[in-house]
T-cell receptor, first 114, second 109 residues
């Protein structure tokens, strides 16, 4: 089954404790992206990747890191989480990106930073 | 700056037709997408427009006017399961995607 998976689905952590949210897709998509979704603000793009070893900032990249060492995986790293990073996070993938191709979203990761 | 505007909430009756509007101002345009998102779930793709005009897909249609920076999603023969949020998104210059805050649609019996 074609899908995007994220782990963990739920995470409660404390300020400053480094964490990684994994994302994997099995559709051989070139483009992958991370979003956060907050009430009233909608989905905001954090980082995206056009292919292996090619990443770029979205609109809200501060406090986040990403890497794309393999085509299928695109982990999101929070080196020192803060309470303002409490949010619902979605990973998405697309064949070649938003130029004509829809994005497929993972199930989401609900992160709480205390 | 870049922004996408859509109404926050709408209510419609089962069996009726509803139109959800979206206006956008972005630097660059590579197409406009509509996604559906049920509460607690991930967004799923509904439609894509890159040229002016109407795209029809079953009960759902989407319209685009690039000169006006305007799109709408038309839902016909509304069903209770259509109660969800509808997200308007624009592929901007490069490979970025900008989303609107979403329109929450309530379908009542």
């Amino acid at each position: 089954e074609a899908q995007v998976t994220q782990n963990p689905r739920y995470l409660i952590t404390v300020t400053g404790k480094k964490l990684t949210v994994t994302c994997s897709q099995n559709m051989n998509h070139e483009y992958m992206s991370w979003y956060r979704q907050d009430p009233g603000l909608g989905l905001r793009q954090i980082y995206y990747s056009m292919n292996v070893e090619v990443t770029d900032k979205g609109d809200v990249p501060e406090g986040y890191k990403v890497s794309r060492k393999e085509k299928r995986n695109f982990p999101l790293i929070l080196e020192s989480p803060s309470p303002n990073q409490t949010s619902l996070y979605f990973c998405a993938s697309s064949l070649t990106g938003p130029r004509g191709n829809e994005q497929y979203f993972g199930p989401g990761t609900r992160l709480t930073v205390t | 700056g870049q922004n996408i505007d859509q109404p926050t909430e709408m209510t419609a009756t089962e069996g009726a037709i509803v139109q959800i509007n979206c206006t956008y101002q972005t630097s660059g345009f590579n197409g406009l997408f509509w996604y559906q998102q049920h509460a607690g779930e991930a967004p799923t793709f509904l439609s894509y427009n890159v040229l002016d005009g109407l795209e029809e897909k079953g009960r759902f249609s989407s319209f685009l006017s690039r000169s006006k920076g305007y799109s709408y999603l038309l839902l016909k023969e509304l069903q209770m399961k259509d109660s969800a949020s509808y997200l308007c998104a624009v592929g901007t210059g490069g490979f970025k995607t900008i989303f609107g805050a979403g329109t929450r649609l309530f379908v009542k019996a």
